[in-house]
């Protein structure tokens, strides 16, 4: 009767933190354990009062600041200035910007909304295919995710008690090998998209663009630089940069006004809210899974299909690619993570660090996968390409992100070199 409610919810398109609080209801009625509904309130509550949390708020502030305070405009300046000299330099410079706003933002779907709104229009300008233009950008902000600092590491983090520092840390080199692999499909796919006889805009000087950029560089520098160090947690680096992003923005840029600051907090709390009602929903749901043994019952079945580790966290990649096309990330993150991870780590003896990259960056495609796919409707509704035209172009970025996952399962070491 749960999974009865939970699909029939879910075609009927109700939000996913209300399908799952639905399923979890239905679970406690049918089994008849009213007992259930006592300790229901601490889970709830317990999933929030927890330090960490507090990173996500902080980080969804820090990218509403910078979009006010102009710090986002003067990374896309800067970033023209610098590749003016390549071929296509346009379609790089959307893909460096959204590498440098994903080390400052932490959430996928809110780089992907700016950077949609800025770049697409860009490049349609210059004269490429406006489905193209909407797919790189939908398509690099899956960096969002895999470069420190991220949403889904941050949950990750909390839900399996494992260092966010060191998850962090552990997505620089994957989140890297992904850029060098989407640079590679610019050069392939950008000339086939561009217009014949389209002209290159007017840049800004590389000096005037590159003093603007300077105070800007300075926040991921404090971000990656203090958890590296050991400087700052990750709760501190997230204040830390939102503080410094309201002095560059007010005092140094003087974008940033007093009266921007209430529509500023209304959209943080708001997003905030519904991260978090979201993480509340999926732990109840968890905890009724948790409840009736469902991991123990993965574990035999993982167990009785294969002893291999690798086929393990090969099985595990296609299981949530499946799931990651139906089911929001983070809800998907909070529901499998205490099911599969004690498999992973008592069963096979993976590093909670190596299947937590690997489990983010695969929930992640989701981003770019309908029928979920909020990435792409985000790209979709601001760029105002339909659908079809953003996934003619989308699926190289989809096929690249997947090599880099497979060369991170394949070679553990690639989550340890910065660790």
């Known amino acids: 009767m749960t999974l009865a409610a939970f699909i029939v919810l879910m075609l009927l398109g109700m939000p996913i933190a209300f399908v799952l609080l639905a399923s979890t209801l239905t679970f406690v009625i049918t089994s008849g354990n009213y007992r259930l509904f006592e300790n229901l309130p601490q889970v709830i509550f317990g999933s929030l009062e927890v330090f960490d949390l507090l990173a996500i708020p902080l980080f969804i502030l820090l990218g509403e600041i910078m979009n006010e305070g102009g710090i986002t405009r003067r990374i896309i300046t800067a970033t023209r200035a610098w590749f003016a000299w390549i071929p296509h330099s346009i379609a ?88 060098i692999l989407i640079s590679g499909l610019i050069a392939i796919m950008a000339r086939r998209a561009r217009k014949k006889g389209s002209v290159d805009q007017e840049r800004t000087p590389l000096w005037r663009a590159t003093r603007g950029a300077l105070l800007t560089l300075s926040i991921p520098i404090v971000i990656v630089g203090g958890i590296a160090f050991g400087i700052v947690t990750p709760t501190e680096s997230a204040a830390a940069a939102t503080l410094m992003a309201v002095v560059i923005g007010a005092l140094f840029f003087q974008e940033l006004k007093w009266g921007q600051l209430p529509g500023v907090l209304s959209r943080t709390a708001r997003n905030t809210a519904i991260v978090l009602f979201l993480i509340v929903a999926a732990k109840a749901f968890g905890w009724v899974l948790v409840y009736n043994q469902i991991p123990q019952q ?122």
């Open 92 to 179: 790089y410079v959307s893909l460096t910007s959204n590498l440098m706003l994903a080390s400052i933002m932490g959430s996928a779907t809110a780089q992907i909304a700016i950077m949609s709104r800025v770049m697409t229009p860009e490049l349609e300008r210059d004269g490429y295919n406006k489905g193209f233009a909407a797919a790189l950008t939908a398509g690099a902000g899956l960096l969002g995710p895999i470069i420190p600092p991220s949403m889904v590491f941050i949950i990750y983090g909390v839900i399996a008690q494992v260092s966010i520092g060191a998850m962090f840390m552990g997505g620089i080199l994957p989140g890297l090998l992904l850029f």
């Open 298 to 419: 993965v574990a035999g079945l993982m167990q009785g299909t294969t002893e291999s580790p690798l086929v393990f966290m090969l099985l595990v990649f296609v299981m949530l690619m499946v799931v990651g096309m139906v089911l929001d990330g983070i809800a998907a993150l909070i529901i499998l993570v205490p099911i599969l991870l004690p498999v992973a780590q008592q069963s096979y003896g993976i590093d909670p660090v190596h299947f937590g990259i690997v489990t983010c960056m695969t929930l992640s495609l989701g981003l770019l996968t309908p029928p979920v796919g909020a990435g792409l409707y985000v790209a979709s509704a601001i760029s105002n390409v339909s659908l079809p035209r953003i996934t003619k172009w989308i699926l190289p970025f989809i096929i690249a992100a997947c090599l880099v996952i497979l060369a991170v399962i394949f070679n553990p070491w690639l989550v340890n070199v910065f660790r």
